[in-house]
């Protein structure tokens, strides 16, 4: 669907009505600071997840949270959802990679609607990667 590099705080990525299965790739993923990687749908960041702190405890407003360390690269994170244009269920992501120890870890998104977007940010500091977003229909 799009490869986008990273610069700044956040990215969002639209995700087009054609595509049922979503996968977000991130390269070389590198944070100005010691923070977590906040991965929301929709611009939604209400208590509408049963979401996950990687390493940590639940998260309500975020689908994932991941630790990142200031200025060290993380390779491979990759996000994957199926039927992202179903509207009568809650949708289910998988995150899966490293940030210096494995993850692999699931997440609802509470709320029956189709993914229209997804967006990444930083909790601070700037990020600098790569993103690559692919789609099946």
Not at 43 to 69: E, K, M, R
Request: include cysteine; charged fraction near 5%; aromatic fraction near 6%.
């Amino acid at each position: 669907i799009s490869q986008v590099t990273l610069s700044g705080g956040s990215a969002n990525f639209t995700v087009p009505s054609m595509y049922k299965d979503v996968c977000l790739v991130l390269q070389g993923l590198t944070s100005s600071a010691s923070a977590s990687l906040v991965i929301t749908l929709n611009a939604d960041t209400a208590s509408n997840y049963a979401g996950q702190i990687i390493g940590g405890a639940a998260v309500t407003t975020a689908l994932f949270q991941v630790p990142l360390v200031a200025n060290v690269t993380t390779n491979g994170l990759i996000l994957t959802m199926q039927d992202t244009q179903d509207t009568s269920s809650w949708q289910m992501a998988r995150l899966e990679g490293n940030n210096g120890t494995v993850i692999l870890s699931s997440a609802l998104y509470k709320t029956p609607v189709a993914i229209s977007s997804i967006n990444i940010s930083a909790a601070s500091g700037t990020l600098s990667g790569t993103a690559l977003v692919y789609g099946v229909n």
